[in-house]
């Protein structure tokens, strides 16, 4: 289900998990056991600059050294893990690597930029994998539908992203500097998201590094499928129970209003009238293929449908007919399809 508060656990995110394990774990060491050793990770400008210490924008852009920063961070990066599951682990881990990157240097144009312009000085900005969490909210806004679960003294609704931008908020007033980061972070996102200056060819991981860690890292933060686990026991706490009824309420909700547009939208034969509604796309697409055979009024055959991408549509809870349907009056544009089907 692509929205912000479905779960279906951890299931097909492993990158997800790692980081989250490694993140909290790697804070909760330095800030009891290793105290001594946090120096090593302080995002210090007049250190990289004078001391030429530029390890330092690689240490101190991963780990947090505040735990409340490295919760809503791990609590971001669960919510966020739905697009793992959409795009595969290796585009996620693209999309982090390329954000990561725009946004170091980001923070240092901002930063030169108060300097020059008015004469502010920053040398110390909050620690942590900060900059790629901030740009995950630009495909969030962009690509999860909006769900209105509850309404608030008649007048504010509650969606299923509100809690994610609450805790976006958490984080941003969780420090003084950290704003330039959020900025670096979101434009960063935003360039990536769109693919300015092609950074989505030059900022990629490459094939045989996720090969490698799909074969080595995979096994050890894999999750088993929720769907095939055995339901929980009579000693369960009352904190497992209550999750699972509001991941079962948030599924329900977005099923229902699916459901009720898909009536809306039903043609003859019980089935979605895509003729009428795909019916200029079409036209088009044939119009493309007679141009193509040289005036002959012989319109090319569509592509056959992928199966991956029907399975795709199907995690999503639309039906195999409607996915196939969707595919193909689409010509096998799996976005265009995804948008389609939320929408009607």
């Known amino acids: 289900m692509l929205n912000g508060t479905s779960s279906i656990g951890l299931h097909k995110a492993p990158l997800s998990k790692c980081l989250m394990v490694v993140f909290s774990s790697v804070a909760f060491i330095l800030a009891v056991p ?18 030429h210490t530029i390890w330092r924008i690689i240490s101190a852009r991963i780990i947090c050294l505040d735990l409340k920063d490295a919760f809503c961070n791990c609590l971001l990066i669960y919510n ?25 240097f980001m923070d240092l144009l901002l930063v030169e930029a108060l300097r020059r312009t008015l004469d502010v000085s920053v040398s110390i900005l909050p620690s942590g994998f ?15 539908p909006s769900l209105q679960v509850t309404q608030v003294l008649g007048r504010f609704s509650i969606t299923n992203k509100t809690l994610v931008y609450i805790v976006g908020l958490q984080l941003l007033t969780s420090s003084t500097n950290i704003w330039i980061l959020a900025f670096s972070g979101m434009l ?44 929980i026991e009579m000693g369960a706490t009352l904190e497992i129970q209550r999750q699972q009824r509001t991941e079962l309420l948030d599924q329900q909700i977005m099923l229902a209003q699916l459901n009720q547009n898909n009536r809306r939208r039903r043609g003859q034969g019980g089935f979605i009238n895509w003729e009428r509604l795909f019916s200029p796309l079409r036209n088009r697409f044939n119009a493309n293929n007679q141009q193509q055979g ?12 992928s199966e991956e991408q029907v399975a795709r549509l199907m995690e999503m809870g639309f039906s195999r007919v409607d996915a196939l349907q969707a595919l193909r009056a689409t010509n096998n544009d799996l976005n265009m399809a995804t948008n389609f089907l939320l929408q009607h």
């Open 34 to 51: 290793l105290q001594q050793y946090q120096s090593y990770f302080v995002y210090d400008f007049k250190a990289i600059k004078q001391d």
């Open 80 to 104: 966020f893990r739905i697009f793992e599951r959409r795009y595969g682990s290796r585009k996620f881990a693209s999309f982090l690597l390329g954000s990561w990157v725009l946004s170091a």
């Open 130 to 144: 900060l900059g790629p969490i901030f740009g995950l909210f630009v495909p969030f806004y962009y690509s999860i």
């Open 188 to 231: 960063s996102g935003i360039m990536y998201h769109c693919n300015m200056l092609k950074v989505q060819q030059l900022l990629y991981v490459p094939e045989w590094l996720a090969r490698c860690a799909s074969l080595t890292l995979e096994p050890l933060f894999v999750s088993a499928d929720p769907t095939h686990d055995s339901p």
């Open 294 to 305: 040289n005036g002959l009024n012989i319109p090319s055959p569509s592509p056959p449908v």
